[in-house]
């Protein structure tokens, strides 16, 4: 895809988010924005996934660590032809296959249970590792969020990845700040984390702007490259980013808008998609 055409899916992906969560009266926009050019490139350029076979054994994994940013993912799903699009109003509803954080079996497309922090990483491990004892060829990526990155799992999983040098492996980390409470580094400071992972025999990338679509590909392709170590990219991303009055306040980590805000919102967001589409 050309980086006009990732914009345009990004914006719909914010746009799903606000509708969803709208609908829902519940969720969790703020982190799921932060990411939304990420799940636009995973899933229309960077990993090998058909939605007419969501179950092929050879195709690259996605785990959805920070699970509650779950309306994101089901967007980027839904605008690849998982499921129909119109399912996101059904957010978080009872009997919905959409629930409020991804669950296996459920939902087509969705590789793994997450929403407990800290146990995606260890389920794509996992995968990672089935794979080459499997001896097959597809890669396995997993997006964690900085606060998450607080939990012990994380780097008990890092250790193993490294020490086995799993280079099928990419984490990706989103790295807005914020987290329930707050600024990460008021909190419990994961800084610095690339030397962190560093010190795990990772390769590390680090983006000073995670929603360029530019260094994005240029990221993945540095993963897809690296040999004989996992690689982790952390990407610097603004939380709520799209909406103006969501962007870097920690209040909408996980508070549904409500009527008047899901109109500013979209709004705002369909000005973008306007614009997008004009060139």
């Given at each position: 895809m050309t980086n006009l055409e990732l914009k345009k899916v990004a914006v719909e992906i914010r746009i799903d988010i606000i509708r969803g969560t709208h609908a829902a009266k519940a969720g969790h926009p703020g982190g799921a924005l932060s990411a939304a050019e990420v799940f636009a490139f995973l899933y229309n350029e960077e990993m090998n996934v058909d939605p007419k076979n969501p179950k092929d054994?050879?195709?690259?994994?996605?785990?959805?660590?920070?699970?509650?940013?779950?309306?994101?993912?089901y967007s980027a799903l839904a605008l690849r032809g998982f499921f129909?699009?119109?399912?996101?109003?059904?957010l978080r509803h009872i009997g919905s296959h959409l629930q409020g954080h991804p669950v296996l079996g459920m939902t087509p497309g969705i590789?793994?249970?997450?929403?407990?922090?800290?146990?995606?990483?260890?389920?794509?491990?996992?995968?990672?590792?089935?794979?080459?004892?499997?001896?097959?060829?597809?890669?396995?990526?997993?997006?964690?969020?900085?606060?998450?990155?607080?939990?012990?799992?994380?780097?008990?999983?890092?250790?193993?990845a490294g020490?086995?040098?799993?280079?099928?492996?990419?984490?990706?980390?989103?790295?807005?700040?914020?987290?329930?409470?707050?600024?990460?580094?008021?909190?419990?400071?994961?800084?610095p984390i690339g030397a962190k992972f560093e010190a795990f025999n990772f390769n590390v990338v680090?983006?000073?702007?995670?929603?360029?679509?530019?260094?994005?590909?240029?990221?993945?392709?540095?993963?897809?490259?690296?040999?004989?170590?996992?690689?982790?990219?952390?990407?610097?991303?603004?939380?709520?980013?799209?909406?103006?009055?969501?962007?870097?306040?920690?209040?909408?980590?996980?508070?549904?808008?409500?009527?008047?805000?899901?109109e500013k919102a979209l709004n705002e967001l369909n000005k973008v998609k306007e614009e997008l589409c004009q060139n």
């Open positions: 054994p050879n195709r690259d994994r996605f785990v959805l660590s920070k699970g509650h940013s779950a309306p994101g993912l129909p699009r119109e399912d996101i109003l059904t590789d793994m249970s997450s929403g407990s922090l800290g146990q995606g990483a260890s389920a794509s491990l996992g995968m990672a590792m089935a794979a080459r004892i499997d001896n097959k060829d597809y890669r396995t990526y997993a997006l964690l969020g900085d606060g998450e990155i607080q939990e012990g799992q994380v780097w008990e999983a890092a250790m193993f020490s086995h040098n799993l280079d099928n492996l990419c984490w990706i980390i989103d790295n807005n700040n914020l987290q329930i409470d707050g600024a990460i580094d008021e909190i419990n400071s994961p800084y680090e983006l000073d702007d995670g929603h360029d679509f530019d260094k994005l590909r240029g990221a993945f392709e540095n993963a897809r490259n690296c040999k004989g170590k996992p690689t982790v990219i952390i990407l610097k991303t603004v939380k709520g980013k799209g909406v103006s009055f969501m962007e870097n306040v920690v209040g909408w980590h996980g508070v549904a808008p409500k009527d008047d805000e899901a």
